[in-house]
């Protein structure tokens, strides 16, 4: 006599196992979790359909989020990040898919890291594919102010020794001539030509000081700091540096803005160097607007890292910008394009930034001219930084 049939197979272990989980966790859960997961999804179906897209996704990509996405074409929902669109639609004709690979996207300009998997139905067969991914942007600039960081400790060691190498031949030149000009007191062309000596030599040493004290570590005097004070500081100081002409400053400054622990005197030298660049390349004219932003618990979920609150300060001016193919190099020490600069300002401005675990960006001004956002912590872990 045959076995008796078992009336019910037991599923095959990859079916997914509707009895169980199901019985404790409802159905809604699965999708709160992928909605609230800490790393973009994006999942599709074979047939090229959005199945799933979760926040991350969405705001990483720049994207709106819309229910209606659900089982819409791909080619429509992410038509404005084409870099991902094809990794996507690539999923089922590729035959190795990325692992940790990484793609800077080029509306945004963010890094991501991400993961391409095939999604099998119980067959085997290809049903759709997943791009899962993390905001790496923020690791990028880590790394990318770890790597300053080395270049200026050697560039700032070697600096240093030649700085200091070249300040006694300095003092002696200088001294020399000035005893050389009290023993030609009747030569009117000697006392010229010494008093230029005794001019260049001494514009030789300021040059020698601002780069001995540019590769000096920092030494921050953290205080609770005022930003409002520090901003109208740095105004009245660049002002004494550079004619402004008719340049106009815009400052909106809260006056309730909390203070941030810092150092005033370097926090107002940033501004300082940043407001004398604007009136530098407005030339005299032109529109200087300044202003500061608290961001509570500036906690950009996806991203590597997450940050207590801190205050976003706008530096921006209408003047040129700054041509595309030098903006790379602008905070690096000693690049200029100003005959009478050296070029130490926005590295300065860039060293204090570090020193406050701050972050400092520059883009162009929509219209013309340029941005600079400096971002820094309201509390300061740190007291002390060396390059
Ligand atoms: N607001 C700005 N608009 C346009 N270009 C800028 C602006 N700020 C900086 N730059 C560019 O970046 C370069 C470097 O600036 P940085 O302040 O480091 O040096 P500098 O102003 O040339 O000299 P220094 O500040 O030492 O007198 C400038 O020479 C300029 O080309
Ligand atoms: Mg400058």
Redesign the pocket.
């Known amino acids: 006599m045959a076995a008796a049939k078992p009336s019910r197979r037991p599923r095959p272990q990859t079916e997914p196992n509707t009895q169980g989980p199901a019985s404790v966790v409802p159905d809604d859960f699965y999708r709160h979790m992928v909605w609230n997961l800490r790393n973009g999804v994006v999942g599709v179906t074979r047939d090229g359909r959005i199945a799933v897209m979760n926040e991350i996704a969405y705001r990483v990509l720049g994207l709106k989020a819309r229910p209606t996405d659900i089982g819409r074409p791909i080619s429509e929902v992410l038509k404005d990040v084409p870099d991902v669109l094809r990794i996507v639609g690539s999923a089922f004709e590729v035959s190795h898919l990325p692992n940790r690979a990484e793609l800077r996207l080029k509306g945004t300009g963010k890094v991501i890291g991400y993961t391409l998997s095939l999604v099998k139905d119980p067959r085997g067969r290809d049903v759709g594919a997943t791009l899962f991914f993390k905001d790496l942007t923020r690791v990028e600039q880590l790394e990318e102010r770890e790597r300053l960081r080395d270049r200026l400790a050697a560039l700032g060691e070697m600096a240093a020794a030649i700085a200091h190498e070249v300040k006694n031949p300095l003092a002696g030149i200088e001294v020399m001539a000035g005893i050389l000009k009290r023993q030609l007191p009747e030569s009117p062309d000697a006392q010229n030509i010494l008093a230029d000596i005794i001019k260049e030599a001494k514009m030789a040493n300021v040059i020698v000081q601002e780069v001995l004290a540019f590769v000096r570590p920092i030494r921050l005097e953290l205080e609770n700091v005022s930003l409002a004070d520090v901003i109208s500081d740095a105004i009245a100081m660049a002002d004494s540096h550079e004619r402004r002409g008719a340049a106009k400053v815009v400052v909106d400054v809260p006056e309730s803005l909390r203070p941030i622990q810092g150092d005033p005197h370097q926090l107002r030298q940033i501004f300082t160097?940043?407001v004398?660049?604007?009136f530098?390349?407005m030339n005299g004219n032109g529109e200087v607007g300044i202003t500061a932003t608290a961001v509570e618990g500036d906690e950009e979920s996806g991203a590597e890292h997450t940050t207590g609150p801190t205050i976003v300060v706008t530096v921006v001016?209408n003047?040129?910008?700054?041509p595309p193919e030098?903006v790379d190099r602008?905070?690096s020490p000693f690049?200029?394009?100003?005959p009478?600069?050296?070029?130490?300002?926005?590295?300065i401005?860039r060293k204090i930034v570090d020193a406050h675990d701050g972050r400092i960006d520059v883009s162009e001004r929509p219209g013309g001219?340029?941005v600079?956002r400096v971002t820094l912590p309201v509390r300061n872990p740190q007291q002390l930084f060396a390059l």
Do not use: M
């Open positions: 160097n940043l004398t660049n604007a530098e390349a001016d003047g040129p910008g700054v030098v602008i905070f690049f200029t394009t100003k009478q600069g050296s070029g130490l300002g926005l590295a401005v001219g340029t600079f």
